[in-house]
C-alpha cells in the first residue's frame, strides 16, 4: 500500500509549520511544500526588520484573540490546542532560544529572522518533508475516489457536475479522493491532503486555488498602515513620538489610544496600526480621505487642562506661551499646536485672550487633520481578507465544502494587530491543520 500523500501549497510560516507536524505525526507519510518562488519562508526573512517577531508574550488564548480584528471567536478555540508558550517551547526543543522584549513582542536571541529559517529548514529535512521551489499549482481538481485499473490515478470528476457541488451553493462534495493539481512547470501531481497555506490575499487572484474547491473570498483590502497627511506644520515634526494620544474618526465608532510617531509622510505609530487594523474595511470604503481627530492629552479630562492653562496665565504671566509645553507634550509638538490655534509666537500668558486660550484647549483636545492616503507597514504586509471563516472547520482546519481540502495561515480571512500575533496564526493553524492531515 502506498504512503499517504499530502502535498502543502506555500513554503511559508503555515506551510512549514504543517508540513513538520504532519510528518512528524505520520512518520510513513508523503509530505511536500511547494513554492511558487525561488525562495522559502520569505516573509519571515523580513519580517520585523529582518529580525522576525516569532510571537507575542500573551499567555492567555481568550487575551491573545482579542487582537485580531478578524478572526477573534474563531482562534479562541485553536489558540488553547496551541498558543505562545507552545511556540516559545517549540522552538526551545529545537535549541533556538527566545528573547521577550518590554512589550511584549518575542524575538529569537540572535536578531536574526536567519534563525528562525534554519530551525524550520532543518526540522523540515529531519521530518523527511520534500521542498520543491519554482513549483507554482496553477489549478486544482477534486477528484472522485474511484481508480483507473490502468494507471492507478484517481479519476477527476467530471467538471460540469463538479461546479456546482463545488460552487458553495450546493451539498458539500462527499467523494473525498483526493487531489489533482497541475503545475507550472507541466506536471500532474496527485495527493490525498491538500493544504492552502499560500499566505495573504493581496488580489483576488491569490486566492483563485481556494474558490476553484468551492470556497468564498472576503475582498482583500489593506490592513496595518500608516496615515498620509499634507498638513505643513505637522510635517515639519517628523520624527517626534507621543507616548499616549487618543484618534478617532469622526461619524465612526474607529477609536484608539497609544503611542503616535510623527513621519515625513504623515503618521504612524502603534496607534495608528490598530485603528488602521480594525477599521480596514471602513477605511477603504472611505478611498483613504477622511477627517481624524486627535486628543493629545488623553490621560486629563477637559477640565483639568483648562485648569493647567489657567494656572500658567496666573503664575507665569511673564512666559511666552509656545515655550510653557504642558507635560508630557514634547516641545516642537507643543509649539505647532499653540501656532495651529492662532496664538501668535510672541504671546505671553499674561495677555493671551480668554478665545485665544479657549482655542489652544480645543487644538490639545480635538485637532482635527485630514489622511489624504496611505502606506503599507513595511514590517508587516497584513492583508485583510481571504477564504470565508464560515467555511472552515478550525477544530480541524479543513474546509466544510471540499474534504480533504485544508487551510492554515494569512489565506484566511483572520489578521492580527503586528507581525508576532499574525505568525502565531501562522503556528497554530499550521499545528492544528497538519495535525488533522496526518489522523
Same mark, same amino acid.
Given at each position: ?26 512518520? /510513513?507519510?508523503?509530505?511536500? #511544500? ?29 487575551? !491573545? ?10 482562534? #479562541? ?9 507552545? *511556540? ?22 540572535? $536578531?536574526?529572522?536567519?534563525?528562525? #529559517? ?88 491569490? /486566492? ?7 470556497? *468564498? ?9 500608516? !496615515? ?164 472552515? $472547520? ?19 480571512? #483572520?489578521?492580527?494587530?503586528? /507581525?508576532?500575533?499574525? !505568525? ?9 491543520? /497538519? ?5
Amino acid at each position: 500500500m502506498s504512503s499517504r500523500q499530502i502535498i502543502v501549497v506555500g513554503g511559508g510560516a503555515a506551510g512549514f509549520f504543517a508540513a513538520i507536524t504532519c510528518a512528524g505525526t505520520l512518520p /510513513g507519510a508523503d509530505v511536500t #511544500i511547494l513554492e511558487k518562488s525561488s525562495e522559502f519562508l520569505s516573509k519571515v526573512r523580513i519580517s520585523g526588520g529582518g529580525r522576525c517577531n516569532v510571537t507575542h508574550a500573551c499567555f492567555d488564548p481568550r487575551d !491573545f484573540a482579542t487582537r485580531f480584528p478578524r478572526g477573534e471567536q474563531e482562534l #479562541i478555540g485553536p489558540f488553547q490546542r496551541f498558543q505562545a508558550r507552545d *511556540t516559545v517551547a517549540w522552538f526551545k526543543s529545537r535549541g533556538l532560544k527566545l528573547n521577550t522584549e518590554c512589550d511584549g513582542r518575542i524575538f529569537p536571541f540572535s $536578531n536574526s529572522s536567519q534563525t528562525i #529559517i534554519d530551525c524550520l529548514v532543518g526540522a523540515v529535512e529531519a521530518a523527511g518533508v520534500k521542498l520543491r521551489a519554482n513549483c507554482g499549482v496553477e489549478r486544482a481538481t477534486a477528484v472522485a475516489a474511484v481508480y483507473n485499473s490502468r494507471n492507478s490515478e484517481p479519476t477527476a470528476i467530471d467538471d460540469a457536475h463538479s461546479s456546482q457541488r463545488l460552487s458553495g451553493q450546493g451539498a458539500p462534495l462527499q467523494s473525498g479522493g483526493g487531489f489533482k493539481l497541475a503545475l507550472s512547470t507541466g506536471e500532474t501531481m496527485f495527493c490525498d491532503r491538500l493544504l492552502l497555506a499560500t499566505g495573504g490575499c493581496r488580489t483576488a487572484e491569490a /486566492g483563485q486555488l481556494a474558490v476553484s474547491l468551492g470556497h *468564498t473570498l472576503e475582498p482583500p483590502v489593506p490592513s496595518l498602515f500608516t !496615515f498620509h497627511l499634507e498638513t505643513p506644520w505637522l510635517q515639519e515634526l517628523a520624527g517626534v513620538s507621543v507616548e499616549s494620544v487618543e484618534v478617532s474618526v469622526p461619524d465612526t465608532e474607529l477609536r484608539e489610544r497609544g503611542a503616535l510617531l510623527v513621519t515625513h509622510t504623515g503618521l504612524s505609530g502603534p496607534v495608528i496600526l490598530r485603528l488602521s487594523a480594525w477599521g480596514a474595511r471602513e477605511l477603504h470604503q472611505l478611498d483613504y480621505r477622511f477627517p481624524l481627530h486627535l486628543n493629545w492629552l488623553p490621560k486629563l479630562g477637559q477640565e483639568e487642562i483648562a485648569t493647567e492653562l489657567q494656572w500658567r496665565r496666573s503664575q507665569q504671566p511673564a512666559r511666552l506661551v509656545v515655550n510653557a509645553p504642558v507635560p508630557p507634550l514634547p516641545a516642537r509638538l507643543w509649539e505647532q499646536l499653540v501656532i495651529a490655534a492662532g496664538v501668535k509666537r510672541d504671546t505671553r500668558w499674561g495677555v493671551i485672550t480668554r478665545s485665544a486660550q479657549h482655542n489652544l484647549l480645543q487644538q490639545l483636545i480635538r485637532t482635527e487633520l485630514t489622511v489624504t492616503g496611505k502606506s503599507l507597514n513595511k514590517e508587516e504586509f497584513v492583508t485583510c481578507g481571504g477564504v470565508r471563516l464560515s467555511e472552515v $472547520n478550525f477544530r480541524t482546519m479543513q474546509s466544510r465544502l471540499c474534504p480533504g481540502l485544508y487551510f492554515a495561515g494569512e489565506l484566511l480571512d #483572520i489578521d492580527g494587530l503586528t /507581525g508576532g500575533f499574525n !505568525f502565531q496564526a501562522a503556528w497554530t493553524t499550521g499545528w492544528i491543520a /497538519g495535525n488533522a492531515m496526518a489522523a
